[in-house]
């Protein structure tokens, strides 16, 4: 009983603790799909077993098989033997650096991701972090840029612990003597293309920056491409493997894809900066400009003269000359005196500290009267102010335009009509620095056909995703991605919340207790039951009052009737006699009920006894 009433009074409060509890729990298992773009996996998968795509394909990883003649580059890192044999960790050193921090010993691994898809499914990690590491690998056969086929990279990258500052871009390797020794492959190295992402801070980059050789002079410089519009700060944060793609044709086009979405495209000759292209004019640097060239559009006019009541040195505000000192204004008490409480220090050294003077404090003579010190008239705006006075501007008679040098050729000036034709690689490189660690490379391919990758992407990519995509529907995945990997923080953070949820709880219960104990007593004082009985007391007494008002007034002949009893009358009394008997047995039965009433209900028992007495 009493707990069905803790919970009927106090079922809103506790409702909201449970809702409270809910959210908390909801906030963590509640995502939709487009929430979980990192769907991170934990589970390890086995070689056989799979999840099912949704038309009820079974979805398992198996090493991509190719006709390696379509590729000039292809490495899914699944086979650690010959991986192994085709990468050369840099032994070179940066040149300008300190010497502790010059040396490339950033440490590279083949392992399975941090949260596994498929234990057979090996990249390549960049483990370390703050570290220079650089890594090379020799193409199968060099990429020549003279054909009509159009190149190809593409490879995926999964950012493990996210990415705050650093880069997961490659740099296909220029052929010659410098990428013949690659242990000696470093930042200096010459390369032909560098692509891939980038970011520090809030910058992110998609970096296609190609080496263009100036046909006139040998002389190489870099070309940039433009920013593309699309946002790219998904992939630095979500830990999910993405797919980055380039294509370059020899038509001079390019497209640059993400997940094979397009996010930039455009020509080598209008996209990049600075442009392929020098200009066809420049300036001619030995044309300098007069010194009585005059740019000026306006001048001061200069017959406009300065007003004779103009004061350029009238202030903008003067005191205000209606305002009155107000009566009781103390002239002579400051606003602050010497603490006369105050007491110099016992160790004040005069010579070193200098004389000791109180601190200042508010003058209590001030505390009730209207003003202290000297009195100053407020401010008010100066209507004779007008500032400094300046001419008005006219148009110069003299302008002559905004100077610029004349122009002249160029004569460095060239136009290559494809710069398609590049350098040819020969290597593939990683040459990093990054403040994150655990950066993978996966399924890293050149070719020179466009359908080779896409169907490469198909058996590892494109299933991977399908894969995170499914699992990352799951409640368990949701909660995990939520808890970030971390359950044991979450489950503390329970147990933080049920304490003073407990404990309120608790209260609620001890205070719906005691007030049902109140209750209790309260109601022993009436009882229903007794209530019943004190009426039928009534009762009875009433009808013996009834009866002795009606044998009261009989008369004589009534009592000699009654003297002159029959046999049956005899009987009749003999009869009610037992009868007497027997009732008064009941009453003493009753008595002693009524007794051991007493003790729970006084006032029934006290009732009980007059019944008796009157009986």
Known sequence: ???????????????????????????????????????????????????????????????????????????????????????????????????????????????????????????????????????????????????????????????????????????????????????????????????????????????????????????????????????????????????????????????????????????????????????????????????????????????AQKPADWDDDAPPQIPDPTAVKPDGWLDDEPDMIPDPTAQKPEDWDTEIDGEWEAPLVDNPVCEKAVGCGSWKAPLVPNTEYKGKWRAPLIDNPNYQGKWAARKIPNPDYFEDKNPFKMTPISAIGIELWSMSSDILFDNLLLTDDIAAALNFAEQTFNLKRKYIDKESKTFWHRLMKRMNYKPGWWALYFLYLLIPASCYVFYLYRRAKEDTGDDAKKTDEVQPDTVDEDDDVKEELENDDADKEVDTPLSTTGASHRAKKSDLDINEDNDAEEDNEADDATEEVNTEETEETASISPKGARKRRVRKDQS
Request: hydrophobic letters at 30%; charged letters at 30%; a negative charge.
């Open 1 to 303: 009983m009493r707990v069905t009433n803790f919970f009927s009074s106090n079922a809103g409060t506790l409702t909201l603790v449970t809702l409270l509890l809910l959210g908390s729990l909801q906030f963590i298992a509640t995502d939709t799909a487009e929430d979980f773009e990192d769907g991170e996996v934990e589970d390890v998968q086995d070689e056989t077993t799979g999840a099912l795509s949704d038309n009820g394909e079974e979805l398992v990883y198996e090493s991509p098989k190719y006709d390696a003649s379509k590729f000039h580059f292809v490495d899914h890192f699944d086979n650690l033997e010959e991986s192994r044999k085709r990468w050369t960790k840099s032994q070179a050193k940066k040149d300008d650096t300190a010497e502790e921090i010059a040396k490339y010993d950033g440490k590279w691994e083949w392992e399975a991701p941090q949260r596994i898809v498929w234990k057979k499914d090996i990249g390549l990690v960049l483990k370390s972090k703050a570290k220079h590491a650089a890594i090379a690998a020799p193409l199968v056969k060099p990429f020549s840029f003279d054909g009509d086929k159009p190149l190809v990279v593409q490879y995926e990258v999964t950012l493990q612990d996210g990415q705050e500052c650093g880069g997961s871009y490659i740099k296909l390797l220029s052929e010659g003597k410098y990428t013949k020794d690659l242990t000696k492959f470093n930042d200096k190295t010459p390369y032909t293309i560098m692509f891939g992402p980038d970011k520090c801070g809030n910058d992110h980059k998609m970096h296609f920056i190609f080496r263009h050789t100036n046909p006139i002079n040998g002389s190489i410089s870099e070309k940039h491409c433009n920013k593309p519009k699309s946002r790219l700060e998904e992939p630095f944060k979500d830990k999910l493997p993405h797919l980055y793609q380039l294509v370059v044709r020899p038509d001079n086009t390019f497209e640059i894809r993400l997940d094979h979405e397009i996010i930039n495209q455009g020509s080598l000759l209008t996209e990049f900066n600075p442009p392929v292209n020098p200009p066809r004019e420049i300036d001619d640097p030995e044309d300098i400009k007069p010194k009585d060239w005059d740019e000026r559009e306006k001048i001061p006019d200069p017959t």
